[in-house]
């Protein structure tokens, strides 16, 4: 067996450092995808009129994206660290080009919210991937600060660009911004296709030979680690001592010690088992038991609109309850599960994760529908209020890339906390200003800066947060964790949104600020321990 773990391929090429082409390509990728997902923000009039889609399924238009999001991003990260992030990754990008164009040529409801859900399932894979690619080039410290910044201002950025594409190209044909997209994201495979360099030991079934010490010390270490920041001339940033010392292996005498504290870590090297080479199979079974938990879900937040205290909103709601429940008892039972569920004992694994969820409830969910609001009290167009959508985006852009002069001063969870009371009191500037008449949008800008700071703000931390609080070999598997949680969260946050504006804007608004003021005080309770710039493999060593 310890031969098995210590033999290496002669032929595994070494993995190039190309920290730069990841970032451009994972980058690009991501805001595609985010664009393809915001665009029906502001079609969705549009794309109501021309199938006739009744209120009580416009939910379903903009939920489909994320319906396939949340459902496959766990299994994308398990995927992506099987298989290699590479792989997944282009993948995605090449299935989000080509089902984003057959939702240009939908006919109907149905069959363009299920292209949304599979344009869903392909970005999970761009989105799973994309932050293992990062979290594998840079290392940890300030450039996986700045990389992650990054990809976060490609979140805000995303979001920003794609009803204004959309709104844009509606004034002629609301198809067009898909196929639009539908060529961006091909185009960016291609480019990623050429540029992204191959993971060493993800060819074939011998990868699996070298057994996942040797994965873990790769993905640890990263194309930069040791010698790269006495290089540029600046002292050895204690995590890559941490990962030069997990590199050499433990000191003579010292092994039991290592195995048994790294036994009481939860997910610390918990990696699928590879016996004799073989992958790890996807968790179907979870990945079905929490899609239908979620579609459950959904479908009460829906029919709740007609009446909350109703068999019909009841009976769905007790379902995703049990399957929830069930999703719970499989993956406990997997032995490649989609995430290691003893990593929410970990604090810092849970604020990432609550983090996400209550940033989907409490912002994407309100302003996912804050333009169609904006045009039908005010007769506003679908490219006005993709300008006045912008305000909100764009400064949530800026925000997010200038986020990382702060964490040598604010730790992640203390960032999350901040951007979920800036959200809260922006929000709470919204009040009365939704559905005034036409010419009032000037009441709404104080409001959509304030909170497309805290949104900003909270897009940066979430990734850094969501790498740094697992294993290195399960980055993957973090990133996907905490997409999931968002866009379970905005998934419901929609739903739930859609049901209270039939009582009147105002109500879904204070609900989005209690949210918010709720995940403030979380992540300010679970994040109390965690240090600025603190990896996983630093806060183990503690």
């Known amino acids: ?41 502001v079609t969705l009039p549009d794309i109501a009129t021309a199938f006739a889609t009744p209120a009580s399924a416009q939910a379903w238009i903009l939920n489909g994206t994320p319906l396939g999001l949340a459902v496959l991003l766990l299994v994308a990260g398990s995927l992506a660290d099987a298989h290699g992030r590479r792989r997944v990754f282009l993948l995605g990008t090449l299935a989000l080009g080509v089902t984003t164009a057959l939702g240009a040529l939908a006919g109907s409801t149905l069959t363009f919210t299920l292209a949304r859900v ?13 932050l293992g690619l990062l979290a594998h080039a840079y290392p940890a410290g300030r450039d996986r600060i700045r990389a992650t910044g990054i990809w976060g201002a490609s979140v805000s950025g995303g979001i920003a660009l ?27 495979a291609a480019a990623g296709a050429r540029t992204l360099p191959r993971e060493a030991g993800a060819r074939g079934p011998e990868a699996g030979a070298r057994g996942p010490e040797a994965g873990a010390v790769a993905t640890a270490r990263g194309p930069e680690s040791g010698t790269g920041d006495l290089a540029r001339g600046s002292a050895p940033d204690t995590g890559d001592l941490a990962r030069e010392e997990a590199a050499r292996g433990p000191a003579p005498g010292t092994r039991d010690t290592a195995r048994k504290a790294t036994a009481r870590e939860p997910g610390a090297g918990h990696t699928p088992p590879r016996a004799g080479g073989s992958r790890p199979r996807p968790d179907i079974a979870g990945a079905v038991a929490l ?63 609550l983090g996400a969820l209550f940033t989907g409830l409490a912002v994407i969910g309100l302003f996912s529908v804050v333009p169609a609001l904006v045009q039908g009290g005010s007769g506003m167009s679908p490219l006005g209020a993709a300008w006045l959508f912008v305000l909100w985006s764009g400064t949530s852009f800026v925000v ?32 009365g200003t939704l559905q005034g008449p036409a010419g009032s949008w000037p009441r709404l800008v104080p409001g ?5 700071a805290g949104s900003g703000l909270l897009n940066a931390a979430l990734p850094r947060l969501a790498v740094d609080s697992v294993p ?21 946050g929609v739903a739930l949104t859609l049901a209270l504006v039939t009582a009147g804007p105002d109500t879904a608004v204070l609900a989005s600020a209690a949210l918010a003021l709720l995940g403030a005080a979380l992540t300010l309770v679970l994040g109390r321990g965690h240090r600025p710039g603190t990896s996983f493999a630093q806060t183990t060593s503690r």
């Open 1 to 41: 067996m310890s031969s098995s773990t210590s033999t290496a391929p002669p032929s595994a090429p070494a993995l190039p450092s190309r920290p730069g082409a990841a970032l451009a390509v994972t980058a690009s990728a991501t805001a595609v995808a985010l664009m393809n997902y915001t665009a029906p923000m």
């Open 118 to 130: 599979a344009q869903g399932a392909a970005s999970a894979a761009v989105l799973a991937g994309s």
């Open 162 to 188: 794609g009803p204004l594409l959309a709104g844009a190209l509606s004034l002629t044909d609301w198809r067009l911004a898909y196929g639009a997209l539908g060529a961006a994201a091909l185009v960016t």
């Open 291 to 353: 899609g239908l938990a979620l579609a459950a879900l959904l479908t009460a937040l829906t029919l709740g609109r007609d009446g909350w205290l109703r068999p019909q909103v009841g009976l769905p709601l007790l379902a995703s309850v049990a399957l929830a429940a069930l999703f719970v008892a499989v993956e406990r039972r997997s032995q490649a599960p989609m995430v290691d569920l003893a990593l929410l004992r970990r604090p810092a694994f849970l604020a990432s994760t």
């Open 400 to 431: 997010a890339l200038q986020a990382r002069r702060l964490p040598a001063r604010l730790s992640a969870p203390y960032q999350l906390a901040l951007g979920f009371l800036l959200s809260a009191a922006g929000v709470l500037a919204l009040l």
């Open 448 to 452: 959509l800066l304030v909170a497309g």
């Open 472 to 492: 290195p070999e399960r980055a993957a598997m973090g990133s996907g964790a905490n997409n999931t949680a968002r866009y379970i969260g905005s998934s419901a």
